[in-house]
């Protein structure tokens, strides 16, 4: 899928929080056998090394693959966010990242605009071929869009059938923003929902297939995480089957505010 500034994204990638740093080669390994050609790490998973062990090893043409790392939280600010890019690429063992992301606004310690600076400096230099945020609410992007200069190209959030935040959506829609869902199983906790396993039951597809289907056919970008091979090769089996509109309509139906993680209006 395109983002805002003409560059691809693949619509399904694979995400490598909480897997140890000495197994990441090997779940990522798992994942670019299976298909998947784009991976989302951070620095704060400090597993960036073994996402790009995986990469190297896989004699896979660079360009073929598309890998997002984030900004971790002490290293905001203009001159540590460019440090800290130096660092992850060191980690990755690459010449360029290819989505870097402020991973939370922190609001309250107020460097984000900062730190939206340099990565913009980054991306005039073609250290990575595009810019954006994660966590970040509605106010935080209009503020990144009033400078005037690049607007980020995602906004990756937590999303999933108890918590779809619509307003950020809305907010991302409306300044040209990807929305990408990360948490996108809610952590595995919406797989035991009922109606969700009688949708699955009707297609003859697994609940998280069927969640992951939910969010590609609304258009969002989303980063299931296994460490299990059978389940990276399952979430990547999504194609070959629609949800109706009535089957979206009940999922849509069971947004409880249901939050696995911390609210970025207080995360600091
Ligand atoms: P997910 O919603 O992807 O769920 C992962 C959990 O679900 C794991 O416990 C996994 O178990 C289990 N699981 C995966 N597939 C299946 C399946 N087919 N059947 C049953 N269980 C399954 O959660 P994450 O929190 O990991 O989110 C995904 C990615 O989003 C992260 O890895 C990270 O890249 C990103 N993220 C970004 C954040 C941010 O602040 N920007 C915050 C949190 C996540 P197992 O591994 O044991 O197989």
Redo the contacts with the bound molecule.
């Keep these: 899928m395109q983002l805002n500034n003409g560059i691809d994204i693949p619509q399904l990638g694979f ?4 897997v140890p740093p000495d197994e990441t080669a090997a779940a990522v390994t798992t994942a670019l056998e299976t298909g998947y050609r784009s991976i ?3 620095a704060g998973y400090q597993n960036e090394a073994g996402v790009g062990a995986a990469v190297k090893a896989s004699g896979l043409p660079r360009d073929e693959l598309f890998i997002t790392t ?1 900004l971790a939280n002490p290293d905001q600010g203009y001159d540590t966010a460019l440090r800290a890019f130096d660092a992850s690429l060191a980690q990755l063992g690459l010449e360029h990242v290819d989505l870097y992301l402020i ?2 606004p922190t609001p309250a310690r107020d460097l984000y605009v900062d730190t939206w600076r340099a990565l913009s400096k980054l991306y005039a230099d073609g250290r990575v071929r595009a810019i954006g945020v ?2 970040f609410l509605p106010e935080h992007l209009e503020r990144l869009a009033g400078l005037g200069g690049v607007v980020p190209a995602v906004n ?1 959030i ?1 999303l ?1 059938p108890a918590l779809q935040q619509r307003e950020i959506q809305e907010a991302n829609a409306k300044l040209g923003i990807a929305t990408e869902a ?7 906790t919406i ?1 035991k929902d009922p109606a969700i396993a009688a949708i699955a039951s009707a297609h003859d597809r ?1 609940p ?1 297939q069927v969640v992951i289907r939910w969010h590609l056919q609304q258009g969002r970008i989303v ?6 091979p059978s ?1 990276i090769r ?2 990547f089996a999504v194609t070959g089957f629609d949800l109706t509109d009535d089957e979206i309509a009940t999922i849509d139906g069971l947004e409880n505010d249901g939050r696995t ?1 911390p609210n970025p209006a207080t995360f600091n």
């Design positions: 995400g490598v929080w909480q989302d790490t951070a984030k991973h939370w994660s966590n990756q937590e999933h990360w948490s996108p199983l809610a952590r595995s797989l697994t998280a980063i299931p995480k296994s460490v299990t389940r399952e979430n993680g």
